[in-house]
RNA sequence: UGACCGAUGGUGUAAUGGUAGCACAACAGUUUUUGGUACUGUUUGUCUAGGUUCGAAUCCUAGUCGGUUAACCA
């Protein structure tokens, strides 16, 4: 009977290592994450670490961590800690932490043989040069003159590139393919060039590096990667991959690509995520409206969401534009069963019970979380004068309106129902006071007054409610796909990205809140402690908020 | 313009020549001391035109549309 739990149908890759795993072309599978350390890691790498990690999670093998740094001049060890950090996080543990950095000396003496081979020559050319003859999609390119230099001057030369004879760009190794090559890419690619930069793990030792195409596959191979997966727009890099493989004879990595996963209302570009750090308009890398792993984290996201997330949306090689709602929906399932409720009242007005005798304070029993019974309960205290939100009071108020205005009855959350007598007003027209008198029988759990309301909101105790700074953060963007529009990024800013309220009133027992915590506030939504609280004053960061079909029935 | 990749409801993703399914979203309803949650139901789809076949989302041909590709970036 239990037997019929449907079995998930596999991706285009997973079905890939299947089959070469039943067909015993490997014993087992290694795959790698190869991020570059010049930026954090973002929600798109969040897909990629998914899948090759979750690839070997699911048919055994090992995922190594290897770090891209080919290019001394965009990379940083901060990066590196920050990638290793977010990764962790995430929930992968990596086999191995491996950079291509490791590789140089191996990769040197790839160049080398190649070029004793007659498959590489020095190009003495410029950058300018080279492009010149590169031809185009439709036309082929033409040789460079120095393309068919002997193999002991290549040699040489090679040597003289690496012995720092040469200034920063002088000369270039390049791959001796096919200059007519339909393949753009296969027209004498640029292997080695020449940077004379400070390299955040080798140092001042090299002089040279090698390109992209010459250390990925290559790096690839070295480690035995089976499966080497990686994003669309490498396609094309394909066949060059193969090439170098061929003709190095070493051990033939294959390459997969996947399409890239889009998040709407984001973008996923690390130049236009630098240039939000860099201009200010975020704090930084990890600004809870940053679609980076450490903005997600620092706003209140679960690991467990994220993987979910990226589990439901699945793996194709079709363009696609993902609802960031897919997202939010991930984090408030876990969090619906998980956080613990409190109040908070965000826009506070002053509801006083005008049959409540004053200077009496009365307990109440509220229970923690009304999905998971073990959450346990806590105590609120209920008095004369209590705060509600500006929200849940209106002077001339609509039909289906189920909160407070002058002659409605609503339930205060654990509490009293309060039927609305009269109301203040400050010289502004703002609502200050509501006074209400309250129906001692209908206590929350023993209520015999049999009188039904449809609304029930939440509310402090003003003799003991606390304050704290909540941020409310919003979209960044004010269109779908960023990414996709004219101009400069920073012309779609959302300017209500983020409101802070300096002193919301909180309950309590909000004051024991750890680092760690995840709430909802009731009606409002999750939240947990941003790591800007101090013992003085906490902050609070929303995740996401409640679905809420009241404002959804409004904004129409 | 060339080459390559792709096209299934609003979005994402299945169906591997044999009943177009799932999730999110939307809409309607039930329950509810969170306008939350839970539950039930509904709407919406195979880019176009030919062909192969008993049968095509799937295979073939052509077209259309979208993306990628012409860095000493990765």
């Excluded at 609503?410 to 203040?424: G, P, S």
């Excluded at 995840?518 to 800007?532: E, K, M, N, T, V």
């Amino acid at each position: 009977m239990e037997e019929n739990k449907e079995e998930k149908s596999l991706n285009f890759i997973e079905e890939i290592v299947d089959n070469d795993l039943k067909s015993g072309k490997y014993a087992s599978i290694i795959t790698r994450f190869p991020p570059e350390p010049n930026g954090y890691l973002h929600i798109g790498h969040a897909k990629s670490i998914c899948l090759n990690f979750g690839l070997t999670q699911k048919f055994g093998g090992k995922t190594n961590l290897r770090f891209d740094d080919t290019n001394p001049e965009t990379e940083e060890t901060d990066y590196v800690n920050a990638i290793k950090e977010d990764i962790k996080w995430l929930g992968f543990t990596w086999d191995e932490e491996l950079y291509a950095s490791d590789y140089f000396e191996t990769l040197y003496g790839y160049a080398v043989d190649l070029i004793k081979k007659g498959l590489a020559y020095v190009d003495d050319s410029n950058s300018e040069e080279i492009a010149a003859l590169k031809g185009t999609p439709t036309t082929p390119g033409q040789d460079s003159p120095y393309r068919n230099r002997g193999i002991a001057q290549n040699l040489a030369l090679f040597e003289d590139m690496k012995a720092g004879k040469f200034e920063t760009g002088e000369r270039v190794l390049r791959a001796k393919i096919d200059m007519s090559h339909i393949n753009m890419l296969m027209r004498d690619p640029i292997i080695y060039r020449i940077k004379h930069a400070h390299h955040h793990r080798t140092g001042d030792k090299w002089c040279i590096y090698p390109m992209y195409d010459f250390a990925h596959g290559q790096s690839d191979s070295i480690e035995k990667i089976t499966h080497s997966i990686c994003t669309l727009e490498f396609v094309p890099h394909r066949e060059l991959y193969d090439w170098f493989i061929e003709k190095l004879e070493i051990f033939p990595s294959k390459q997969y690509e996947f399409a890239r996963g889009n998040l709407s209302y984001a973008i996923t570009s690390k130049r236009n995520l630098l240039k939000l750090v860099r201009e200010g308009i975020v704090t930084g890398w990890d600004d809870p409206r940053m679609p980076t792993i450490s903005g997600f984290r620092r706003k209140g996201y679960t690991p467990s969401s994220i993987r979910t997330f990226w589990e439901k949306a699945g793996i194709a090689k079709r363009d696609n534009l993902i609802d960031i709602g897919l997202l939010e929906f991930c984090i408030r399932e876990e969090l619906n069963k998980t956080a613990i409720r409190r109040m908070v009242v965000v826009d506070p007005i002053k509801l006083v019970i005008t049959n409540f005798p004053e200077g009496q304070t009365e307990s109440l029993l509220a229970e923690n979380n009304p999905e998971d019974e073990h959450a346990g309960q806590r105590i609120l205290s209920f008095s004369r004068e209590l705060w509600i939100e500006r929200d849940d009071f209106m002077e001339e108020p609509p039909k289906k309106y189920f909160r407070l205005g002058p002659g409605l009855m609503v339930r205060l959350k654990h509490a009293f129902i309060v039927e609305c007598e009269r109301f203040e007003k400050d010289e502004l027209g703002n609502i200050t006071t509501v006074f209400c008198r309250y129906f001692p029988e209908s206590k929350s759990g023993h209520d015999t007054s049999g009188i039904k309301v449809k609304g029930t909101i939440h509310w402090l105790d003003s003799a003991t409610a606390k304050e704290a700074e909540v941020r409310l953060y919003d979209r960044l963007f004010t269109v779908e796909n960023p990414g996709m529009e004219e101009g400069d990024i920073l012309e779609y800013i959302h300017s209500g990205s983020l409101k802070v309220v300096e002193h919301a009133k909180i309950e309590p027992a909000l004051l024991e809140a750890k680092p760690s915590d995840r709430f909802q506030f009731l009606r409002l939504g999750y939240f947990c402690l941003d790591r800007d609280s101090t013992s003085e004053k906490l902050v609070f960061n929303k995740t996401v908020g409640l679905k809420d079909s009241w404002a959804k029935m409004n904004q129409s």
